[in-house]
Antibody, heavy 119, light 106 residues
Framework: QVQLQQWGAGLLKPSETLSLTCAVK????????WIWIRQPPGKGLEWIGD???????NYNPTLKSRVTISTDTSKNQFSLKLTSVTAADTAVYYC?????????????WGQGTQVTVSS | DIQLTQSPSFLSASVGDRVTITCRAS??????LAWYQQKPGKAPKLLVY???TLQSGVPSRFSGSGAGTEFTLTISSLQPEDFATYYC?????????FGPGTKVDI
């Protein structure tokens, strides 16, 4: 059974760097895209970006200048860094998995991490 | 970017009702569309992908259809556990985008 377990700091001050990690348990790390999504309070879902096993990354243009997604294949983990956070970055952040190839979908999700940016 | 709109944004229904949610894309996306269900405080759950393929373990009362720019998610007989918010998502091009959601309430 595939599980995505995520963790990271939940309270940040403006201008700090958000850092989250997602561990993949019970499934392979290759042949998938590894994804970060966020959801501001009371709002919809926003795709942040993804990374493939071959380290190719894709980022949302609205966040691209501040986002880095990376993998640690030795630990079956991937991470998100978002620099210079503001209150607008307050959200629940989710990690997810998408199989490569046709029929794209986000089939497994982490439990979510609430991140609050406040001075 | 491909924009997705959903209608209605809010739907009031009763147990046993047939419910249909529509998702429209700003340009053609073939069948590269998925539907998710989200309950308060929980991560979204995949229901349908490739417009009409039911994810393993999802009840057969859920079905998806459509191609190009117009898609629908149908719940044939609404059950108490189906009261939630539903999102469509396009996976045809980057950036991936989601619809604004449809809340199904009693």
């Amino acid at each position: 059974q595939v599980q995505l377990q995520q963790w990271g700091a939940g309270l940040l001050k403006p201008s700090e760097t958000l850092s989250l990690t997602c561990a993949v348990k019970g499934g392979p790390f290759s042949d998938y895209y590894w994804i970060w999504i966020r959801q501001p309070p009371g709002k919809g879902l926003e795709w942040i970006g993804d990374i493939s096993y071959g380290e190719t990354t894709n980022y949302n243009p609205t966040l691209k200048s501040r986002v880095t997604i990376s993998t640690d294949t030795s630990k079956n983990q991937f991470s998100l860094k978002l620099t210079s956070v503001t209150a607008a970055d307050t959200a629940v952040y989710y990690c997810a998995r998408a199989p490569k190839g046709l029929a794209g979908r986000f089939d497994y999700w982490g439990q979510g991490t609430q991140v609050t940016v406040s001075s | 970017d491909i924009q997705l709109t959903q209608s209605p944004s809010f739907l009031s229904a009763s147990v046993g009702d047939r419910v249909t949610i529509t998702c429209r894309a700003s340009q053609g996306i073939s069948i590269d569309l998925a539907w998710y269900q989200q309950k308060p405080g929980k991560a979204p759950k995949l229901l349908v992908y490739a417009a009409s393929t039911l994810q393993s373990g999802v009840p057969s009362r859920f079905s998806g259809s459509g191609a190009g720019t117009e898609f629908t998610l149908t719940i044939s007989s609404l059950q108490p556990e189906d009261f939630a918010t539903y999102y469509c998502q396009q996976l045809n091009s980057y950036p991936r985008t989601f619809g604004p959601g449809t809340k199904v309430d009693i």
